[in-house]
């Protein structure tokens, strides 16, 4: 795995969009920012007590109600897949966030209760207001928030499509990290059968020596484990693998979701997906064939494909944002149609 530590930097360093994305962003590696959020209210209301942070947070409470996930003691608080007739080990309630805060409370009182967790709530349409009082001058305007609110609990080790930056305003998390080159060894489980959307790996958290995943083994003790104190920050690029451990009475955070290189509305996950069935199945010679050409004109490990030639002799192959981009996606959409 490429490098053993995560980066950190001081929110002074990176105030602004140009030097966080010079800094944090083209790396395209895992960075702390401490004290990324220590001056948000909600924060602040965190930092007096569960109670503040409860009002607080309902203050905004539009009456949205959205999907909830309720684990039992037995769980630990440990989100997984089990026994359950959806194949999880948790139930799925719809309710509130004022109904889900007061659950949340009773159980950190009481934890023969379980634990609730409400997860990816879009702060625009749950919680307006919310996203103008608690801001990031460095994020991308694009980048809404998030919230995801519980008890302690320990989300499956997964992956995002999109950069994700995570704010911890109330609690500790510790993200244990892997790098997207450790898929083979993840043991991931299935594409279209998930928690919250991603596939997990069914290896992270198991018992060392367990005979399922022997190489898992192998990079188990090689994970980056990160603490995060409540008001820190953690930038994770797309397709790093991450556990997320919250610990606390009530946790709370706040995540902005986007891709910081994208071109156009084309996203690399649906390339892979189209791959998979234009091309997975295929003889290994075939396949081996095609992966020559994929590294050719997309990874280009040797360079610009074209590089041989001037650059007004590059037709398609010419920067994308010189309306290549539209030009490739016709000629997709046509060769898609069967034109």
């Excluded at 081996?288 to 002799?313: C, I, K, N």
Aim: net charge negative; glycine share 8%; aromatic share 10%.
């Amino acid at each position: 795995m490429p490098g053993d530590t995560v980066a950190e930097f001081p929110l002074t360093a990176i105030s602004d969009p140009g030097a966080f994305r010079k800094e944090v962003i083209e790396p395209c590696r895992p960075a702390i920012i401490r004290a990324a959020c220590a001056n948000w209210p909600a924060h602040i209301a965190a930092r007096q007590s569960v109670r503040h942070l409860r009002e607080y947070l309902c203050a905004f409470d539009n009456g949205q109600r959205a999907q909830g996930f309720v684990g039992d003691e037995s769980i630990s608080a440990r989100y997984h897949y089990g026994a359950g007739p959806d194949g999880f080990n948790f139930k799925r309630e719809i309710m509130g966030i004022a109904e889900a805060l007061k659950r949340i409370e009773r159980c950190a009182e009481n934890p023969s209760l379980g634990t609730v967790y409400m997860g990816s709530l879009p702060a625009e349409s749950h919680m307006p207001g919310f996203a103008e009082a608690n801001c990031l001058p460095f994020v991308p305007r694009s980048a809404r928030p998030r919230l995801w609110i519980g008890n302690a609990s320990a989300v499956a080790c997964h992956y995002d499509t999109f950069d994700n930056l995570a704010c911890v305003v109330a609690g500790q998390r510790t993200f244990t990290l892997y790098p997207p080159s450790a898929i083979s060894d993840l043991y991931v489980g299935p594409i279209d059968h998930t928690m919250a959307g991603q596939p997990v790996s069914l290896a992270a958290g198991s018992e060392p020596g367990d005979p399922r995943y022997p190489r898992f083994d192998v990079i188990r003790e090689r994970a980056l484990v990160v603490e995060l104190d409540p008001g820190d920050a953690l930038y994770l690029p797309k397709l790093w693998w991450h556990q997320v451990e919250a610990k606390g009475d009530l946790n709370l955070l706040v995540n902005y979701w986007w891709d910081a290189f994208a071109s156009g509305p084309d996203a690399p996950f649906t390339a892979m997906m189209l791959a998979m069935i234009a091309i997975a199945e295929r003889p290994e010679p075939e396949r081996a064939a095609w992966r020559s050409f994929f590294d050719h004109y997309v990874f280009r490990p040797e360079g610009h494909p074209l590089a041989h030639l001037p650059e007004e002799q590059h037709g398609i192959l010419g920067p994308l944002d010189q309306g290549n981009y539209g030009r490739i996606r016709a000629m997709v959409m046509q060769l898609l149609r069967g034109n």
